[in-house]
């Protein structure tokens, strides 16, 4: 077996379900045997941050690794924001990009894509990965393969693997399959015992989640949890989405200010609030009414447990999730939360189109045509998503990195094989829409709303003052029909309304919206998240 097979049998083997990537002269050989080995299907795109961000929504969408293959250095360092991203958000992305020789390494001359040194790609992805390895090496290279993915997937997040382009047919053996990292059986129960019995003692138990859920798979072992406990469950603004497939009474999204008063109230008046897989962000937590003390919450994350002043390290999600599952009995005390309503019927008028009409109109379209994963690029095209039926969301809700949405929903529909619903701005637009180009050849059909206000709109909310938040008016439906796509231009709600039947219906390329939105119009959990952080940084003044 020759090292490019035994790396791509074992990306397949460890979850991978295909590979996005750009070639370049030191990737060459490997996307050669990619294409004809034909163990995982490969998708190709325009510029190498979209490699990045499809690779991540797949692993997202799949709850598996993803996998983005780039050329040395030019391709690499351009993906560099997408697995930052990817690291930040938890996202087990498994770069693999080509390198030189270890005859061109040793020539002494500076060789084109290298940076300060031939090493300066290696040593930036060790910033932005949890583990690395060059396979330089044919008689270690398969336990190196195998190192690499395990860290992937126990640590769900991205990993760097470096692949020199005359080491691509060397001669090796399997790699190993994956072995999971064991925990401790007697800490796992301790820890669950003592969750237990805050949770048996607490008045109003809350259960919140976030992204470790889905990473992990456990979604349906924690509706079934909190099913058997009887207690509330609520998502984070990063975990919108989540549980979105099972049974479970969802109480809403936990927004803080911005959000629902009564999931607000629910989460913050909580005296056992435990936290599933919840990153402790400022997006999630940041515009709190004051009341949160999270030093007094349970937080399950990062393969540890924390509850006030007591520590269990080495704690994975999942096997705490199934010791909760084998002690869960009706609490018996806990307290029942309604679940959140969204916006409906659309008045199909001649008034401007603002970011809650579009709420409104998908999800008219979601009661017609039923519900579809959404990608959302950061801005408030994001926070529109919090008005719209609890569906599959991919998002950057963190991190916060322009250009996700685009190449995220090319990347979400190929791994799903499900249409995909994209909202993006019309700032993030211009950085990565063009990879709807691809969608013709790639054989999908996203449905596209373009929020076009023609500038940096949430930018500007923070700062209203600054001319460069304004944006030209690219027109971009017109270009729909040259990149193999349909567009329509609309700027009243009837229009909005129309636009989106017609594209729900039309299927075999993709539908672009732009929806014309006055500048200075915002949704409504846009601006009260905007002035939940100004007051929050205005000295004197709480959120």
């Given at each position: 077996m020759r090292v490019a097979e035994a790396l791509l049998q074992a990306l397949r083997t460890y979850g991978a379900g295909q590979i996005f990537g750009i070639p370049g002269d030191f990737a060459l050989p490997f996307f050669k045997v990619i294409e004809e080995s034909g163990i995982l299907p490969?998708?190709?795109?325009?510029?190498?941050?979209?490699?990045?961000?499809?690779?991540?929504?797949?692993?997202?969408?799949?709850?598996?690794?993803g996998v983005a293959v780039v050329t040395y250095g030019a391709g690499a360092f351009n993906c560099v924001n997408a697995v930052a991203g990817?690291?930040?958000?938890?996202?087990?992305?498994?770069v693999i990009s080509g390198a030189p020789g270890r005859a061109?390494?040793?020539?002494?001359?500076?060789?084109?894509?290298?940076?300060?040194?031939?090493?300066?790609?290696?040593r930036v992805?060790?910033?932005?990965?949890?583990?690395?390895?060059?396979?330089?090496?044919?008689?270690?290279?398969?336990?190196?393969?195998?190192?690499?993915?395990?860290?992937?997937?126990?640590?769900?997040?991205?990993?760097?693997?470096e692949l020199p382009r005359d080491m691509v047919a060397a001669a090796c053996g399997p790699v190993p399959p994956y072995a999971e990292t064991p925990a401790d059986p007697e800490a796992v129960a301790a820890c669950a015992e003592e969750i237990m019995a805050r949770l048996q003692a607490a008045s109003r138990p809350v259960v919140m989640v976030d992204v470790e859920v889905r990473r992990y798979g456990l979604e349906a072992k924690i509706a079934e949890l909190t099913r058997r406990l009887g207690v509330p469950v609520v998502t984070t603004f990063m975990g919108r989405g989540l549980l979105s497939g099972?049974?479970?009474?969802?109480?809403?999204?936990?927004?803080?200010?911005?959000?629902?008063?009564?999931?607000?109230?629910?989460?913050?008046g909580s005296d056992g609030l435990l936290l599933l897989g919840v990153i402790l962000s400022d997006t999630n937590f940041g515009v709190n009414a004051g009341k949160l003390d999270l030093r007094r919450t349970m937080q399950a994350l990062d393969r540890q447990v924390s509850m006030g002043f007591h520590q269990?390290?080495?704690?994975?999600?999942?096997?705490?999730?199934?010791?909760?599952?084998?002690?869960?009995?009706?609490?018996?005390?806990?307290?029942?939360?309604?679940?959140?309503?969204?916006?409906?019927?659309?008045?199909?008028?001649?008034?401007?189109?603002?970011p809650d009409?579009?709420?409104?109109?998908?999800?008219?379209?979601?009661?017609?045509?039923?519900?579809?994963?959404?990608?959302?690029?950061?801005?408030?095209?994001?926070?529109?998503?919090?008005?719209i039926d609890h569906t599959d969301l991919t998002a950057p809700g963190y991190y916060a990195g322009m250009g996700y949405g685009v190449p995220a929903g090319i990347g979400a529909q190929l791994a799903t094989?499900?249409?995909?619903?994209?909202?993006?701005?019309?700032?993030?637009?211009?950085?990565?829409?063009?990879?709807?180009?691809?969608?013709?050849?790639?054989?999908?059909?996203?449905?596209?709303?373009?929020?076009?206000?023609?500038?940096?709109?949430?930018?500007?909310?923070?700062?209203?003052?600054?001319?460069?938040?304004?944006?030209?008016?690219?027109?971009?439906?017109?270009?729909?029909?040259?990149?193999?796509?349909?567009?329509?231009?609309?700027?009243?709600?009837?229009?909005?309304?129309?636009?989106?039947?017609?594209?729900?219906?039309?299927?075999?390329?993709?539908?672009?919206?732009?929806?014309?939105?006055?500048?200075?119009?915002?949704?409504?959990?846009?601006?009260?998240?905007?002035?939940?952080?100004?007051?929050?940084?205005?000295?004197?003044?709480?959120?």
């Open positions: 490969l998708h190709t795109l325009s510029h190498e941050p979209a490699v990045g961000f499809a690779a991540d929504a797949a692993a997202r969408f799949r709850g598996s690794i990817a690291f930040a958000e938890k996202s087990p992305v498994v061109e390494s040793r020539s002494g001359l500076l060789l084109h894509h290298q940076g300060r040194t031939l090493d300066t790609q290696f992805y060790q910033e932005i990965t949890c583990a690395q390895a060059r396979l330089d090496d044919p008689a270690t290279a398969p336990a190196e393969i195998a190192r690499v993915l395990t860290a992937a997937i126990d640590q769900s997040r991205p990993v760097y693997i099972t049974d479970t009474p969802l109480a809403g999204t936990y927004l803080g200010v911005a959000g629902d008063p009564a999931v607000t109230e629910l989460v913050e269990y390290p080495g704690i994975p999600l999942a096997a705490l999730v199934d010791a909760l599952l084998e002690r869960a009995r009706p609490l018996g005390h806990a307290h029942a939360a309604p679940p959140t309503s969204y916006p409906r019927g659309l008045v199909a008028d001649g008034a401007p189109i603002a009409d579009i709420a409104r109109a998908v999800n008219d379209l979601f009661d017609r045509y039923g519900p579809m994963p959404i990608a959302a690029d950061i801005g408030d095209c994001l926070f529109t998503a919090m008005e094989g499900r249409r995909t619903l994209i909202l993006v701005g019309d700032g993030a637009f211009q950085m990565t829409g063009w990879e709807l180009g691809n969608c013709r050849r790639l054989g999908i059909d996203p449905i596209v709303i373009l929020f076009n206000n023609r500038s940096w709109e949430m930018l500007r909310a923070f700062q209203p003052e600054s001319a460069f938040n304004d944006l030209d008016d690219w027109r971009f439906a017109e270009m729909a029909e040259p990149l193999g796509g349909h567009g329509r231009r609309v700027a009243t709600r009837a229009e909005l309304a129309a636009a989106l039947e017609e594209a729900a219906r039309t299927r075999g390329r993709f539908q672009l919206v732009e929806a014309m939105i006055p500048r200075g119009v915002l949704s409504a959990t846009l601006a009260r998240f905007v002035s939940g952080v100004k007051r929050l940084h205005t000295p004197g003044e709480a959120p």
